[in-house]
């Protein structure tokens, strides 16, 4: 599902083992302006959606933004 | 462009980041070299240089032609324009029409649209176009935001009128609405350099800067470049008639090679079609940028013959701007180092 594939991109991006839904973005090490680009530049990649980076401001969690790409497709 | 060389590794220790970290970005971005200019050099410096040897080698003649544009973000001076400034220091005639253009990535575009229009006056026979800039200068060595990416170059380019020539296809797009996403804040009227503006600090992101500094929201001109740049091209193609296969090269402006390599991938563009190795090589010199991707990877094959190109720059302003064109043969593309 898409939560869980969610996850496992941003693990991918911050470098670590695993993140889990409702773990908080900002207290991993690696959460810097390149991993908020790399965020952008992955959800634009593979699900047509462009965020900016105030969008992302919005999002503390892969939860949040999950639910965040569900609605910017509207479904 | 400057002789003096940095390195990312070098600067590294600047930042208030983990090594690990602004490693990554290097692999990430494609950061190593940058050429900026050592010591207070100006935009004019670059260019009468570039001229002079322009002059010497008998590629261009002092009278032979009859208009100078300068496209530059950091002239000489707020007044008088650096296009006169030139004019000027190199003795050129009076029968010259010079003017300053501010404009950074899309710089390149819209100074060949700029003098293709000027070629429609009989009385100009020749334009020199000269982007031009020196950001470093403006750029905070504590910022990696922007620092790492940071070039300073010239480039010269001699536009006349040709009887055969083929036609060339443009568009234009601009939207002020986005102008805070890449802007030098302080030194202008609206807020003019003060010890305030210059004090140094943590911007809320680990970078510091002053607001005299140069500054971008990174994230903000990656997604505009993502959202505009892929329809501009496919309008501008639609109107030529044209098909993505049928380009050689798309030669674009030059921010970074992931943002490149994110673009390619959204036109569906071959890397090897769309250049992205000038940040690595000589960091982003705004308007400069295109033409320095045509003399770095596309010289021997432009000296003997013709390719078909797409140009675009999008940017400062916010400003995005594209070009189709047979490009080449040319009578001259170098390299040339200012010392």
Known sequence: MVMEEICTKLADILQVDEIKPTDVLASFEEWDSLSVLSVVAMVDADYGVNLGAKDLLGVSTAQGLAQLIAQKRGN | MPANQRSFVDEMANFKFSLARSLKLKEVMGYDTHRIVDGPVCSSDLACFGLQHLFRNNLLSPDGFDALYVVTQSPD?????????????LGLKHDMFCMDINQGCAGFVIGLLQSFLLLNQPSVNRVVLINVDV??????????????LIGDAASITVIERCEDATPIHSNLKMDGAGREALMIPAGGMRLPSSPDTAVVEDDGDNNFR???????????????????VPPMIEELLRTAGATTEEIDFFLFHQPNRFMLQKLADKMKVPYEKMPNNIVEHYGNASGVTIPMAICHNLRERLLSGSVRACLAGFGVGLTWASMLMRLGPLDFCDLVEFP
């Not at chain 2, 001076?77 to 220091?89: A, D, E, F, K």
């Not at chain 2, 005299?212 to 993502?226: I, K, P, T, Y």
Request: aromatic share 8%; hydrophobic share 35%; proline share 7%.
């Open chain 2, 77 to 89: 001076y707020l007044m008088p324009p650096t296009s006169n400034v030139i004019q000027g220091r």
């Open chain 2, 210 to 228: 002053a607001k005299d500094h140069l500054r971008m929201d990174g994230s903000a001109v990656f997604n505009f470049v993502q959202v505009e």
């Open chain 2, 135 to 148: 950001l470093s200068r403006k750029t905070s060595a504590r910022d990696r935001n922007s620092y790492p």
